[in-house]
């Protein structure tokens, strides 16, 4: 199959990279000339669960960009970056190409459809990838990854992209209901990423804190309540499936710690923010998510401050 996939974060390097090893042919885009310029260079470094460092030779492109001849084109991108790759593609993208939103948190299918005529289709992963530089990714956890055509409509594309993934080493399984796999993962991300970032402890280290598990099972039940308020059919019981993504991706920095490290936006606001705004709507409560959503901005701003002084000695923008 013919991928093309727009972001190359950790993610992105890691789909990419296994689904090139399996013979696919992948275009990594990125907007970055300087990440272009280190995938051009190096490949994608894949560093695999048992140490072994792979070099993956990918195309790489500047985006936006036209992507002729895809067949799949997975967005990777940061949630916040969303709207501005639906804006950017608009009209670029032949319309038999099937759009995979392969990202954390909530809305990004809603706002893809602003940008792309195509048939969407939402997956959520538990698989635990590591950036530890341009192009350079680990593979720190292994996971699953859950794919659904967002309409919920039964589909073809569904199946066959989840058997492209399986065949790259990436399990997949397909779900008619992708809605509430995307809400019970960022119900369950929401009680991971701000704690880890706001802690800087690793997913290993958060499953042995009973204080954080407090504070991440008060996050859940919020959630859980927001999303029975939504009519959101979840898919099992979040406090269960965040026991086991902790667990599987122990050696792992969530997302959101590694954007805090970096400087960088954080999805904070498309994760508990989402969930405290459609409490609002609801009528439901969501203190423990206010709180945590309310940190984390704070904690932007100060990481932000902190990376602009490591790098020149004074504060200076980094336009980031
Ligand atoms: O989705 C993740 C993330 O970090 O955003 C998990 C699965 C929690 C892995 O860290």
Redesign the pocket.
Known sequence: MRFSIVGAGAIGCLFGARLMMASHEVTLVHRDPIVVRALKKNGIRLQDLDGTLTKVRVAIRKGPTRLPGTEVLIVAVKAYDTRAVAASYRGMIHPETIVVSLQ?GLGNVETLRSGFRNEILAAS?????LSLGQGYVVH??R?VTLIGDARGASSDASSRVKMAFDRAGLKAETRSNIHGVLWT?AI??AA??PL?SLTRLS?GAIIKNRGIRDIAHSAMNEGISVSHAMHIKLVGDPRKLWQR??SS?RA???????DIERGKMS?IRQLNGAILSYGRKTRVKTPVNGILTKLVLGLEESSKTTKSKVLSGFPVRTNR
């Open positions: 954390n992963t538990t698989e635990g990838a720190t956890g996971g993962k369950v991300n991971i990423n880890s997913n993504i902790l991706t792992n920095k969530s997302s959101m710690l590694q999805e």
